[in-house]
């Protein structure tokens, strides 16, 4: 069972930056697992992020991110850097695997795609 491990929150100025890390637990590969960063925000639904393939040759954003978030990924870890920050980002960040052997098809953010989770972090946006 994929245990994931997310961390790099924190708290930070509007216009400021923050680099989110998801690695796993026992430091296997997540090489055959789709990953996405999902958040939280109080009183609201978990909403998707960002999202990258297995190996990195798809990504995907939602809206109210692209231009400011990059997700990237080595053998080990997936990142989530996230730039030009606003207080309606603030939430708590959650990465979730879905294992998808050699890369097949195209990962979504969709929540119901991914089957593990990592324990969540927080990133506040404020002055």
């Known amino acids: 069972q994929l245990q994931l491990v997310d961390s790099g929150g924190g708290l930070v100025q509007p216009g400021g930056s923050l680099r989110l890390s998801c690695a796993a637990a026992?430091?296997?590969?997540?090489?055959?697992?789709?990953i996405a960063w999902f958040r939280q925000a109080p009183g609201k639904e978990r909403e998707g992020v960002s999202c990258i393939s297995g190996r990195g040759g798809t990504t995907n954003y939602r809206d109210s991110v692209k231009d400011r978030f990059i997700i990237s990924r080595d053998s080990a870890k997936v990142y989530l850097q996230m730039n030009s920050l606003k207080p309606e980002d603030t939430a708590v960040y959650y990465c979730g695997a879905d294992f998808r052997p050699e890369g097949v098809g195209v990962p979504t953010l969709s929540i119901y795609e991914y089957d593990y989770w990592g324990q969540g972090t927080q990133v506040t946006v404020a002055s």
């Open positions: 026992s430091g296997e590969s997540l090489d055959d697992y789709a």
